[in-house]
């Protein structure tokens, strides 16, 4: 690891909460979370800021959970026709020096079809694949998360 990730304060505090989710790989992975949801949920959205100190760019391009799931999707969600849509994608790219929000309403991981809906502050372990075929294993803890629709809501006023 580069000695230069050391960013400051705030940058050294995250390092330190997420140490055992950072391997040799340059992408560092800021507070993992998934998004609680009723016990009948046919989904669960997993959130984290991919952060990638590297010079070239890095993807994930598989994700697995250590939940009993029928499948996991990486997925973004856009705006289209005033409708917010998830379309599945290839891979979530992480430009160099640069970094990408898997946020609500935006890029995440969908947990689908799980066996059991986890309740809020259970820790999930969720299993990147970068595309060069290292994984990274982080710990995503349960908890409430903004709902789609006051996204959504925003988007409209805002107009
Ligand atoms: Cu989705």
Same mark, same amino acid.
């Given at each position: @690891?580069?000695?230069?990730?050391?960013?400051?304060?705030?940058?050294?505090?995250?390092?330190?909460?997420?140490?055992f989710s950072v391997n040799a790989a340059?992408?560092?992975?800021?507070?993992? *979370?998934?998004?609680?949801?009723?016990?009948?949920?046919?989904?669960?959205?997993?959130?984290?800021?991919?952060e990638n100190d590297s010079d070239s760019?890095?993807?994930?391009?598989?994700?697995?959970?250590?939940?009993?799931?029928?499948?996991?999707?990486?997925?973004? %969600?856009?705006?289209?026709?005033?409708?917010?849509?998830?379309?599945?994608?290839?891979?979530?790219?992480?430009?160099?020096?640069?970094? %990408?929000?898997?946020?609500?309403?935006? *890029?995440?991981?969908?947990?689908?079809?799980?066996?059991?809906?986890?309740?809020?502050?259970?820790?999930?372990?969720?299993?990147?694949?970068?595309?060069?075929?290292?994984?990274?294993?982080?710990?995503? @803890?349960?908890?409430?998360?903004?709902? @789609?629709?006051?996204?959504?809501?925003?988007?409209?006023?805002?107009?």
């Amino acid at each position: @690891m580069k000695p230069g990730i050391f960013i400051g304060a705030a940058g050294t505090l995250f390092l330190i909460i997420s140490a055992f989710s950072v391997n040799a790989a340059e992408l560092v992975v800021i507070d993992p *979370w998934i998004r609680s949801a009723p016990p009948n949920a046919p989904a669960l959205g997993a959130f984290m800021l991919l952060e990638n100190d590297s010079d070239s760019e890095i993807s994930v391009v598989n994700a697995y959970s250590s939940l009993d799931v029928d499948r996991v999707e990486l997925h973004r %969600t856009i705006m289209a026709d005033g409708v917010m849509k998830m379309i599945p994608q290839q891979s979530i790219p992480v430009p160099p020096h640069s970094s %990408t929000d898997l946020a609500p309403g935006s *890029w995440h991981i969908m947990l689908i079809g799980p066996g059991k809906v986890p309740s809020m502050g259970e820790v999930v372990q969720l299993t990147l694949v970068l595309d060069d075929g290292t994984k990274q294993v982080v710990k995503a @803890m349960v908890r409430q998360g903004k709902k @789609m629709m006051d996204d959504h809501s925003h988007e409209m006023k805002s107009e």
